[in-house]
DNA sequence: ATTCAGACTTGATCTAGATCAGGAAAATCA
DNA sequence: TGATTTTCCTGATCTAGATCAAGTCTGAAT
């Protein structure tokens, strides 16, 4: 595994809370087509949004540290969002959060710290709700109840397969699923933009920069082309016989 | 990463379904009072158990096969249950479950497909409760609802702090945290028995029975002694000084 | 445009951990 | 009880991937 030391820190020293505004009435839709609010009573959710803020945050910012209490369930809006663990000088990315998803679920509703750090990667907006609001609706509003542990039953099953993917399979066989993943989130084009730099990627994949671009390499002679962060597959059906996707680990949806 | 490829298979062969017996009434306080079904009505628990059937089943029985639609919630009474994942005839231990608690959940209430096979280690006692079943009640009580949710946080966690341990430590470290914890799950005497047997405890750490035992060796020169499956801690702290335990990581309970 | 910092690559090494090959000890079974 | 199976240990290799050390390239700032 990948232990790599951490060699600097983006967008940190000022952990001065940036001013936050109330969520504008606009955004309403937005947020209740979330799966998550779509079932619930219309007052239960005003009464939610009542007490919702919204900010947008520059990239690079370090929006929640781990170990510190969850008082907000984040929504990303706009842009995107890195969670990364730290433990005796080294760091290590758990997962990329896209708009529109919810992210610290689980810390929110057992009321304990966070177990991961959150920044932001590019500029993105982000909706931040009461946690002690997210747990009162929760216990009035049973269609809130139903889509949160819908919600938590599917952010449980991702992990398990990101471990899944990481304890049986090379980092030349993650690389390649990872590839056709995104492949497929892109419309199954021969050609995509990777959605992240490289080196995050690395880290999410639990390898270094430097083999990760050796990873790229060996990909070469199954129809992969690499070119800065675009990539083709030229050979869809060899790349999936060398990387054996699998519904129970590379299904996300599921 | 280990990538052991799977030697032989336990108890396999016969998918045969063992007869289960309706649960017995004396069972009934057991069950009910897990933190699962403890806040629920009586009415519903009553409701719940009518449809569930308890068994006893001899080690090494293959419970669950991963893929297998997710008919019964299951609910260790006694014994120990290992979740495994295989995938290009790779294997890999992702947790072992102990008294009294549930397994894949998730699954049950998504109604999705086991991302996970499940075998006894031992001989265990197992409540089956049918999935669609806890999904009705979930919709009719609150409290259980409640508790369901609180559950599966609580497992997002504990995969949450697994996958850390896996990508931020390296094998020695992961076994000297590793026994850690279980010395202060057995009352924080010096010395303890290991729980499982040793190969599958290297699967669990992502590493092979070899280097497990070597581990073990490097592990000396902080104070630990192995006998067998008897570990003793002469020198705790030394031995913590090196572990670095973390609230993040090795506390199981929050 | 020029400079500069950070991202990425490439090659040369190093190393943690896997694999292979025995063998000892323990558990299971006849 | 001895025989057989399985776990566990130990040493000798091997290898995937980390680390180290230059590079090049890119994109933003002056």
Redesign the pocket.
Known sequence: ????FIK?RHGVGEPKRHVTKPMPESHFPEVRGLHLFSQMADEHFLSLMRGTYVQTFPPQIELIQEGDPSDFLHVVLSGSIELFSSWNGRETTMAIVRPVSTFILAATIKDAPYLMSARTLEKSRIALIPSQDVRAVFDEDAGFARAIVTELAQCYRSVIKSTKDLKLR???EQLANYLLRQQARFGGEATFILPI???RLASQL?????????A??GLIPYGVE?N??SITITDQSELARFAKPNVLIDDFHS
Chains 1, 2 share one sequence.
């Open positions: 595994m990948n232990l790599t600097f090379s980092s030349l730099e490289k080196r639990g390898m270094t920069p430097e083999n990760l671009s050796r790229f390499k690499v800065g962060n």
